[in-house]
């Protein structure tokens, strides 16, 4: 299967100008200036991109892709994610993550989720374990679960400084991280550990006692949520300068605001201001995941649903908003998470890397055409194609 997009101007996330684009399988081919269709040629679909920004599929690692939450009883498990979730969304990779519930949401129900989405069209990878440490791994250690499945790149979420983790130590955290590191190096994996950061005033002691104490690098964590508070957001610009990596969450609601949570856009732009690195800092959705209001005594006053599409709503307002330029904002979205995960397919628009494309309107940045693998997902901002039960 050929495809030919003309005329776009792409933005590798770095900027490569007005180029044409050929899609053979589910690879990008060729990119050059012009490319020309040679008479009595083979089948191939053209598109003309005029007017249209060519950037690289988007990947959310933070994604509760078989629902979450249940904080509020049974009836509070929030529903699973249906592949137009991710894709009118522009989301093509996405990471499945357990959160509170280790119990009723196991690890192999993650897999066969994560598969699930694969058939229907997108790449879908996963984290072994939930919130609760010990953790609850498919094949009963850490390492036999990265290294033997291919679907497993990493541990996560696993929560620390919140009421509902299981209060880690770090003797335990210690094990945890050297388990994901050596998994992940005897199968090509990142073995990242994605931790949950709650609102103690504990922020990260846990994972910064780790690297003090032990040979485990700074970089074997990927703390999320860093934006839910401005305590912790500042003691999140500490530990980016230390080296280490920081991921903020899209998915909120307007009361979150008023108790304090840093808006995406604007985080970014401060980080930036700090002179952070652009490569450490990634924004995940938390997709499908409740949105937890407890009280001062723990009690939990209501919830809401974690959306995928605000991944790139919030990119969309560091450039809109804040004047961040394109080429980086979406470094958060696209390269940065790709290299962290070592999903080396993803993440750039490159010869020979995965043809998971979204095609911008130039005059707002709105989501007009999304392909994956090389298939056209998203037409003129409408799904067509999708899930099973959609």
């Known amino acids: 299967m050929l495809t030919l997009i003309k005329n776009g101007e792409i933005y590798a996330p770095h900027y490569l100008g007005k180029k044409d684009l050929l899609i053979v399988d589910q690879k990008i081919g060729f990119i050059s200036e012009q490319i020309t269709i040679p008479e009595n040629f083979v089948d191939i679909t053209v598109l003309d991109a005029e007017g249209k920004l060519v950037v690289p599929g988007f990947i959310d690692a933070h994604v509760h892709i078989t629902g979450g939450g249940g904080e509020g009883s049974f009836h509070t498990r929030t529903p699973e994610l249906q592949l137009t979730d991710a894709t009118l969304s522009g989301v093509t990779t996405i990471i499945g993550v357990i959160g509170t519930d280790g119990t009723t949401r196991t690890m192999s129900n993650l897999i066969a989720k994560a598969r699930g989405l694969e058939e229907e069209g997108i790449t879908c990878f996963v984290q072994t374990g939930s919130y609760q440490v010990p953790l609850k791994t498919l094949t009963g250690k850490i390492e036999d679960d990265i290294i033997l499945v291919d679907k497993i790149i990493g541990v996560g979420e696993v929560a620390i400084a919140d009421h509902r983790s299981s209060q880690p130590t770090v003797e335990e955290m210690a094990k945890i991280a050297s388990a994901a590191r050596i998994g992940g190096l005897l199968s090509g994996k990142a073995g990242i550990v994605n931790v949950h950061v709650g609102?103690?005033?504990?922020?990260?002691?846990?994972?910064?006692?780790?690297?003090?104490?032990?040979?485990?690098?700074?970089?074997?964590?990927?703390?999320?949520?860093?934006?839910?508070?401005?305590?912790?957001?500042?003691?999140?610009?500490?530990?980016?300068?230390?080296?280490?990596?920081?991921?903020?969450?899209?998915?909120?609601?307007?009361?979150?605001?008023?108790?304090?949570?840093?808006?995406?856009?604007?985080?970014?732009?401060?980080?930036?201001?700090?002179?952070?690195?652009?490569?450490?800092?990634?924004?995940?959705?938390?997709?499908?995941?409740?949105?937890?209001?407890?009280?001062?005594?723990?009690?939990?006053?209501?919830?809401?649903?974690?959306?995928?599409?605000?991944?790139?709503?919030?990119?969309?307002?560091?450039?809109?908003e804040e004047g961040i330029p394109l080429e980086v904002a979406l470094r958060v979205i696209t390269q940065n998470p790709a290299t962290i995960l070592k999903l080396n397919k993803k993440g750039m628009i490159s010869e020979g890397k995965d043809a998971d494309l979204v095609l911008l309107n130039k005059e707002d940045y709105s989501i007009n055409t999304v392909f994956a693998l090389g298939k056209r997902m998203v037409e003129d901002g409408k799904a067509i194609v999708k899930g099973t039960f959609e």
Not at 227 to 239: C, D
Not at 260 to 266: A, F, L, M, Q, R
Not at 282 to 301: H, I, K, N
């Open 199 to 320: 609102d103690s005033y504990d922020h990260l002691k846990v994972i910064e006692e780790v690297v003090e104490r032990t040979d485990i690098p700074i970089r074997q964590f990927y703390p999320t949520h860093i934006n839910r508070n401005p305590h912790l957001f500042e003691e999140g610009i500490r530990f980016a300068k230390k080296g280490g990596y920081v991921d903020f969450t899209t998915s909120t609601i307007p009361k979150f605001f008023d108790e304090g949570e840093v808006k995406c856009s604007i985080g970014l732009k401060r980080m930036l201001d700090m002179q952070i690195d652009i490569s450490q800092i990634t924004f995940t959705s938390d997709g499908q995941a409740s949105l937890p209001d407890f009280d001062e005594f723990g009690e939990l006053l209501g919830l809401k649903l974690g959306k995928v599409e605000t991944l790139f709503k919030e990119v969309r307002a560091a450039v809109l």
